[in-house]
């Protein structure tokens, strides 16, 4: 089955740092450009980072430069989000993507929660 | 404040047609061919409905369709149907700041 599935969201205090990950299957993953994709409660979507087939190219959206880091195994199938000096305005669902087209993603996972609170 | 302009709410009744409106600027809905239109039902990831300013990923019904004047993309749904009733968020690749892409603030469409 074609399938993206995150993992690693939680509750973490401000400052503090997570990981997510990201297992993809039933695709080629190394063939796609991936993204991450998130959504605070009740509210719109919002581009967070992407990265190319073999990670010579990311792009971050301001909020999140040199906090977060985006990365991928192409040997496991996995992409990652590294996510350093976590802010109460990080809470969100976080989704990744598999981006099929320019700025365009087809496939989704069901989402991971980070809830950033004291 | 997103940087697309969405309406935050559209209804119709069964059969109907609706259209949803996104608007942007010369930086990114106007300045290319590569924006997207999302459905999200509540509590679900996002499904992409249409990409490159209208087409159809397979699977998606051609009751759906997308177009684009100048800033302003447009998402029209006919023939609406129950299940169509959920979140649409329109999204573009922008040239501005070091962004991929934007989001509009979504629309709920509610099938009355």
């Known amino acids: 089955e074609v399938q993206l599935v995150e993992s690693g969201g939680g509750l973490v205090q401000p400052g503090g740092s997570l990981r997510l990950s990201c297992a993809a299957s039933?695709?080629?993953?190394?063939?796609?450009?991936m993204s991450w994709v998130r959504q605070a409660p009740g509210k719109g979507l919002e581009w967070v980072a992407n990265?190319?087939?073999?990670?010579?190219?990311?792009d971050y959206v301001d909020s999140v430069r040199g906090r977060f880091t985006i990365s991928r195994d192409n040997a496991k199938n996995s992409l990652y989000l590294q996510m350093n000096s976590l802010r109460a305005q990080d809470t969100a669902v976080y989704y990744c993507?598999?981006?099929?087209?320019?700025?365009?993603?087809?496939?989704w996972g069901q989402g991971t929660l980070v809830t950033v609170s004291s | 404040q997103s940087a697309l302009t969405q309406p935050a709410s559209v209804s119709g009744s069964p059969g109907q047609s609706i259209t949803i409106s996104c608007t942007g600027t010369?930086?990114?809905?106007?300045?290319?061919?590569?924006v997207s239109w999302y459905q999200q039902h509540s509590d679900k990831a996002p499904k992409l409905m249409i990409y490159?300013?209208?087409n159809r990923p397979s699977g998606v019904p051609d009751r759906f369709s997308g177009s684009k004047s100048g800033n302003t993309a447009s998402l029209t749904i006919s023939g609406l149907q129950a299940e169509d009733e959920a979140d649409y968020y329109c999204?573009?690749?922008?040239?501005?700041?070091?962004?991929?892409?934007?989001f509009g603030g979504g629309t709920k469409l509610t099938v009355l």
């Open positions: 010369s930086s990114d809905v106007g300045g290319h061919n590569y």
């Open positions: 039933g695709f080629t993953f190394s063939d796609y450009w």
């Open positions: 490159e300013v209208s």
């Open positions: 990265i190319n087939q073999d990670e010579s190219a990311r």
């Open positions: 993507a598999r981006d099929f087209a320019v700025a365009a993603s087809d496939l």
């Open positions: 999204s573009s690749y922008t040239t501005s700041a070091a962004l991929d892409r934007v």
